[in-house]
Nanobody, 123 residues
Framework: QVQLVESGGGSVQSGGSLTLSCAPS????????LGWFRQFPGKEREGVAATILTTGKHRYIDSVKDRFTISRDKATVYLQMNDLKPEDTAMYYC??????????????????WGQGTQVTVSS
């Protein structure tokens, strides 16, 4: 069964940058969409950025627009995060599924999840 593997998390100072990667493991996947989510302690996961793999259309939550960029290189999907802020500190997950435009940032729409990678931003 295909799994998703995230990497690239770490600790940076405010204003710094990180690039997260999400790659399939165990075989190729033919999912329609891939999203990046984050979870703050004690909170539910929120959609951060997502893409429809066939068209390249992207969606972002307002708080990361102009700072985060989702992109794809073959089977790997990236989340470039610039100008990081302490409030971006969270566990970040990638997820894949057959998700249409209107639900791209909706957690419940995705069927496969990675294990998560921690991002910590210090002030």
């Amino acid at each position: 069964q295909v799994q998703l593997v995230e990497s690239g998390g770490g600790s940076v100072q405010s204003g710094g940058s990180l690039t997260l990667s999400c790659a399939p493991s165990g075989g190729p996947y033919n999912y329609y969409s891939l999203g990046w989510f984050r979870q703050f302690p004690g909170k539910e996961r929120e959609g951060v950025a997502a893409t429809i793999l066939t068209t390249g259309k992207h969606r972002y939550i307002d708080s990361v627009k102009d700072r985060f960029t989702i992109s794809r290189d073959k089977a790997t999907v990236y989340l470039q995060m610039n100008d990081l802020k302490p409030e971006d500190t969270a566990m970040y997950y990638c997820a894949a599924g057959y998700v249409g435009w209107s639900r791209l940032l909706t957690e419940g729409s995705y069927t496969i999840w990675g294990q998560g990678t921690q991002v910590t931003v210090s002030s």
